[in-house]
């Protein structure tokens, strides 16, 4: 079935940087658009960034130029190096893949970004 799962969240102080992991599994990984989505507390649910299977790439505008969306498809893993971070950035960050229609989401992982 289909399975993804994040890491690599944590407590960051400001103008710090993270790098996300989200391991996938149980589909073709490289033919699909991977999605970062984050939800801070009290706000819903937003996207991040995006990347095709081909390596393109986008990005909402408050993140643009600190944040880079990558993927490895030989290792069915997409990444999100997080830099600059901002106290703004922190919230619970989802991976996301929506295999034929249907939107498959990990557990998330916490990025908290404080002094």
């Known amino acids: 079935q289909v399975q993804v799962v994040e890491s690599g969240g944590g407590l960051v102080q400001p103008g710090g940087s993270l790098r996300l992991s989200c391991a996938a599994s149980g589909f073709s990984f490289s033919t699909y658009f991977m999605r970062w989505y984050r939800r801070a507390p009290g706000k819903q649910r937003e996207l991040v960034a995006t990347?095709?299977?081909?390596?393109?790439?986008n990005y909402r505008d408050s993140v643009k130029g600190r944040f880079t969306i990558s993927r490895d498809n030989a290792k069915n893993t997409v990444y999100l190096q997080m830099n600059s971070l901002k106290p703004e950035d922190t919230a619970i960050y989802y991976c996301?893949?929506?295999?034929?229609?249907?939107?498959?989401w990990g557990q998330g992982t916490q990025v908290t970004v404080s002094s």
């Open positions: 990347i095709t299977g081909g390596g393109f790439t």
């Open positions: 996301n893949a929506q295999v034929v229609s249907t939107d498959f």
